[in-house]
C-alpha cells in the first residue's frame, strides 16, 4: 500500500524557519518526481515546488522561490522542504504527492507570533 | 505562466442531475489536465488525468473532455457521496496551477 506521511509542521513566528519531510513506503520512491502542494485555511489548492526522481532539477512557485528549498533523501525514501523567512500567508496545510493519484494527509504550518 | 480560470465556483444539484463544470487555460496544456475531488479535511483525490482518463477505482458516472485550452468535467448522475470541491490542474508547465475550484452542493 502506497503511503505518503507528513511531519514537521507548526507554529513558527514570522520571518523564521521550519523543514518539513514526507515519509514514503509502499513504492518506488526514487523513480517518482515529487510534489509539495498547499492550501491555506478555507482556501484553494497552491502547487509549490517540485523535484525530479535523483533530485537534479527543482522548481517553485514565485510565491516562494529564494525561501524555499525542496530534496530528497532517495535512501531513506524521504523528500524534504526546507522554509526560511517565514510569513504569514505561509500558513497553510501542506501535502506532499507524486501528482499521480497518491497525497500524504497533510501536515499544518502556522506563522504567527 | 499558465492560468486556469474554472466554473462556476459554486454549484447547486439535485442527486441523479448531470453536473458540469468548466476548465479554461489561458494558453494551451496539451490535454495535460487533472481534475480532482476534495472533501473538508482530507486530501485532493485523483478522479481524471490527461483530461479524459479515469483513475482506477474511480466510478463511471465521472468523466473529462476536451482539449488544447477548454476542458469538461462531468458527473452524469450526481449522488449524495460526490458532494465535494472540484478542481482542475494543469502540468504543462511549471508552476502546475490550479483552477480556483467548484464547490458543489445538493439542492
Keep these: 500500500e502506497v503511503q505518503l506521511v507528513e511531519s514537521g509542521g507548526g507554529l513558527v513566528q514570522p520571518g523564521g524557519s521550519l523543514k518539513i519531510s514526507c515519509a514514503a513506503s509502499g513504492f518506488a520512491f526514487g523513480t517518482y518526481w515529487m510534489h509539495w502542494v498547499r492550501q491555506a485555511p478555507g482556501k484553494g489548492l497552491e502547487w509549490v515546488s517540485r523535484i525530479k526522481r535523483d533530485g537534479s532539477s527543482t522548481a517553485y512557485a514565485a510565491s516562494v522561490k529564494g525561501r524555499f528549498t525542496i530534496s530528497r533523501d532517495n535512501a531513506k525514501n524521504t523528500l524534504f522542504l526546507q522554509m526560511n523567512s517565514l510569513r504569514a500567508e505561509d500558513t497553510a496545510t501542506y501535502f506532499c504527492t507524486t501528482m499521480s493519484g497518491d497525497w500524504g494527509q497533510g501536515t499544518l504550518v502556522i506563522v504567527s507570533s | ?107
Design chain 2, 1 to 107: 505562466d499558465i492560468q486556469l480560470t474554472q466554473s462556476p465556483s459554486s454549484l447547486s444539484a439535485s442527486v441523479g442531475d448531470r453536473v458540469t463544470i468548466t476548465c479554461q487555460a489561458n494558453q494551451d496544456i496539451n490535454n495535460y489536465l487533472n481534475w480532482y475531488q476534495q472533501t473538508p479535511g482530507k486530501a485532493p483525490k485523483l478522479l481524471i488525468y490527461d483530461a479524459s482518463t479515469l483513475e482506477t477505482g474511480v466510478p463511471s458516472r465521472f468523466s473529462g473532455s476536451g482539449s488544447g485550452t477548454d476542458f469538461t468535467f462531468t458527473i452524469s448522475s450526481l449522488q449524495p457521496e460526490d458532494i465535494a470541491t472540484y478542481y482542475c490542474q494543469q502540468y504543462e508547465n511549471v508552476p502546475y496551477s490550479f483552477g480556483q475550484g467548484t464547490k458543489l452542493e445538493i439542492k
